[in-house]
């Protein structure tokens, strides 16, 4: 499966963002998804994710509260909705996808052998 991210930019601290991760190729909807970010000088951290069926969902404590994981078979994108932004926000992020999925590893990088390319978002304070 081929995965393509989009929907970064440059907004204001507080404001909000709508990622997108469209695939091809394989049925994605037998793959979950996961969003990662990685900021200049940091480890590639997990940031949410979502099984195959939209649900249950996963979110790293940093963003929970403030963002919403969410997809659409029919259109075989998922779509990150991040609200209440912050400069710490600020990293490119990169949607990834795995056909194995366990709750124990969805945290983890390494489950996910499918990865877009990553689009910036930098949050201004």
């Known amino acids: 499966v081929q995965l393509q991210a989009s929907g970064g930019g440059l907004v204001q601290a507080g404001g909000s963002l709508r990622l997108s991760c469209a695939a091809s190729g394989r049925t994605f909807s037998s793959f979950a998804t996961g969003w990662f970010r990685q900021a200049p000088g940091k480890e590639r951290e997990f940031v949410a994710a979502v099984t195959w069926t939209g649900g249950p969902t996963y979110y790293a404590d940093s963003v929970k509260g403030r963002s919403t994981i969410s997809r659409d078979n029919a259109k075989n994108t998922v779509y990150l909705q991040m609200n209440s932004l912050k400069p710490e926000d600020t990293a490119v992020y990169y949607c990834?996808?795995?056909?194995?999925?366990?709750?124990?590893?969805?945290?983890?990088?390494?489950?996910?052998?499918?990865w877009g390319q990553g689009t910036q978002v930098t949050v201004s304070s």
């Open positions: 990834a996808a795995t056909g194995i999925f366990s709750a124990k590893t969805v945290y983890n990088p390494t489950t996910y052998p499918n």
